[in-house]
């Protein structure tokens, strides 16, 4: 027999020692995820008070422009998500527009308050550098005061939630986490139009509603819109830096809460259309009246936001999608129903702030 020929009882012994064999080490792990860079970091970093500047809304510049939809030319589909909120873009690469395009999305989104664009891979695979680079042609970069960030990229928003853990603002003693909201409406200068993205996503679930405030104010009554017109609102961010004080949502406050006043019905500084600027998450109560007459107003008008689907959109995140929104004239609403297969929502979002909420009403005085 020739040395190289095996044995049948050899190739038996080789078998059994493959099967008994423990697979190597690099074997056993997980496959590493794609965007574990991304994942939320929460530093001890301490910043100081936000201070006022001026914002030139990017919106205005398209104002001029022959065609200010242009940008939309070479998109395979359009679609209004309904008649008042939201369109569907197929066939717009997103990271590819220029100075001349971002401001005629600026203006579009102003205009559809929610703009939805799929298959932006690309837009999502430039990194944290190139997302600092996009926001910033909209406004001057907000850093959140309590949620989690790329390490060393405190300027990107995160939502994280899995089996586990979550670093989402929600309540588990309500019975739905669905809180409309309009992000940090707290500060002086509250957020225009904000990019939003999921880098892990479950298979069914975890889709975002949104709402047009601007419809929500037009279902109104004139004389009671009249009448919103020279209210204004304390809008705060204490209750969200108490609920991470209390150690969940990573547990960092890493600049002191704020909340100021702020018109109860604010104008575009592009459109010009008037939106009502109030919302169930961060708005306390309205200056000047009496406890009873602006708790019951508040309440009116958050269960008018909350259960006028007819004003409603309701976001699907396939992979890939990137939705903008016009944070100062709409709101929204994360749903919280996965979770139990213990697959991640995993998501960034890039939020320049506006201009301080421009008052409706001529001369309402703010202070
Ligand atoms: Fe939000």
């Not at 997103?94 to 298959?119: H, I, N, T, W, Y």
């Not at 309590?146 to 929600?170: A, C, M, W």
């Not at 739905?176 to 309009?182: A, D, G, K, L, Y």
């Not at 259309?273 to 200056?287: D, S």
Request: hydrophobic share 35%.
């Amino acid at each position: 027999m020739s040395t190289t020929t095996t044995t049948v009882q050899e190739t038996t012994q080789n078998v059994a020692s493959l099967k008994l064999r423990s697979p190597p080490e690099e074997e056993k792990k997980e496959p590493e995820y794609r965007y574990a860079h991304l994942l939320p970091h929460f530093s001890a970093d301490r910043y100081p008070p936000l201070t006022p500047f001026e914002h030139v809304d990017p919106g205005s510049r398209a104002l001029s422009h022959p065609n200010p939809r242009e940008f939309l030319e070479r998109a395979t589909l359009v679609d209004e998500i309904t008649p008042h909120l939201g369109t569907e873009v197929v066939g717009v690469n997103l990271a590819e527009l220029d100075s001349r395009g971002r401001d005629q999305l600026a203006l579009e989104v102003a205009r559809r308050g929610l703009m939805v664009f799929r298959d932006q891979q690309d837009f999502i695979d430039r990194g944290p550098d190139f997302y600092l680079e996009w926001g910033r042609h909209f406004g001057r970069l907000h850093i959140h005061p309590t949620s989690g960030h790329p390490q060393g990229y405190p300027e990107i928003h995160l939502v994280y939630r899995d089996l586990k853990k979550t670093f989402n603002f929600e309540y588990d003693d309500a019975v739905t986490p669905t809180v409309w909201h309009s992000d940090v409406s707290y500060e002086l200068q509250p957020p225009g139009l904000t990019t939003f993205f999921l880098l892990a996503q479950p298979k069914s679930g975890g889709d975002t509603l949104f709402t047009s405030q601007v419809s929500t104010l037009k279902k109104l009554s004139p004389p009671f819109v009249a009448f919103l017109r020279t209210l204004k609102a304390v809008h705060s961010g204490f209750e969200q830096a108490e609920f991470s004080r209390g150690g969940r949502r990573g547990g960092t406050v890493r600049r002191e809460p704020v909340e100021h006043v702020h018109p109860v019905v604010r104008r575009h500084p592009v459109t010009g259309e008037e939106a009502l600027y109030v919302n169930r998450q961060f708005t306390r109560r309205i200056v000047g009246l009496k406890r009873e007459e602006s708790e019951t107003i508040l309440k009116f008008l958050f269960d008018h936001i909350d259960k006028s689907q007819d004003n409603q959109a309701r976001v699907r995140w396939r992979p890939n999608t990137i939705v903008l929104w016009d944070n100062r004239i709409t709101a929204h609403s994360a749903i919280i129903d996965f979770g139990e297969g213990g697959e991640a929502r995993h998501g960034a979002r890039i939020t320049p702030q506006a201009e301080r909420p421009i008052p409706a009403l001529d001369g309402l005085d703010l202070s």
